[in-house]
């Protein structure tokens, strides 16, 4: 089966600080979900990647998958409060996820 | 359109008590999915649907899970007999998928159905 490792499991950075959240998969993947959740609620999609070396931006949100499809970073440019939660990445096709970073953004 | 519709938004029943948890997809979505979420686990996939047919239910725990889709616009997710380590927050999903990726599409998640199991 296809397992999701996300790095850091929790961060915590001052507001406006970048920072990035990387997720390793143990096999290729075909395509990777980012989704943001705020605690006891849905997950919210951020974006979708599909081929390898493909990057995509959100406002302040930038995600990318590596050339070699095991990979995937997300970042996140001049924090705010607002982007506070648990980012988790998923797998599209095998319908993985990652066990998620909490991420606090202190103002 | 009002997103995907999950209820009861918490449960809290007994041992043994049977429990059905109630899904309406975003309409002219035709795949659904039916994910748990715990703090030891993560978030994980039970069982999904395509155009109201199971395509995988590798992931539903055993036999007191049981999953159905009737139609479009509405599914649920039965546990017979309920047990305390069913306590979880249940998700339903929906997206477009294509004939290539019937797993594919953007998924949009529900509010979630919190179980509590005493």
């Known amino acids: 089966s296809q397992e999701l490792e996300q790095s850091p499991q929790s961060l915590i950075v001052q507001e406006g600080k970048n920072l990035t959240i990387n997720c390793t998969s143990s096999?290729?993947?075909?395509?990777l979900y980012w989704y943001k959740q705020k605690y006891g609620e849905g997950l919210i999609f951020l974006m979708m990647?599909?081929?390898?070396?493909e990057e995509k931006s959100h406002e302040k949100i930038t995600a990318k998958l590596d050339e070699k499809k095991q990979q995937s970073s997300l970042h996140i440019t001049a924090s705010q409060p607002s982007h506070a939660g648990i980012y988790l990445c998923?797998?599209?096709?095998?319908?993985?996820f990652g066990s998620g970073t909490q991420l606090t953004v202190l103002p | 359109d009002a997103g995907v519709i999950q209820s009861p938004r918490h449960e809290v029943t007994e041992m043994g008590q049977e429990v059905t948890l109630r899904c309406k997809p975003i309409?002219?979505?035709?795949?659904l999915f039916w994910y748990r979420q715990t703090m030891m686990r993560g978030l994980e996939l039970l069982i999904y649907f395509n155009n109201n047919v199971p395509i995988d239910d590798s992931g539903m725990p055993e036999d007191r899970f049981s999953a159905k889709m009737p139609n479009a616009s509405f599914s649920t997710l039965k546990i017979q007999p309920s047990e305390p380590r069913d306590s979880a927050v249940y998700f339903c999903?929906?997206?477009?998928?294509?004939?290539?990726?019937?797993?594919?599409?953007?998924?949009?998640f529900g509010p979630g159905t919190r179980l509590t199991v005493l």
């Open positions: 990647l599909q081929k390898g070396g």
């Open positions: 998923g797998a599209t096709r095998q319908l993985t």
């Open positions: 999903a929906s997206s477009l998928a294509t004939s290539q990726t019937l797993s594919g599409g953007t998924q949009y």
């Open positions: 096999k290729t993947l075909y395509g």
């Open positions: 309409s002219g979505h035709n795949s």
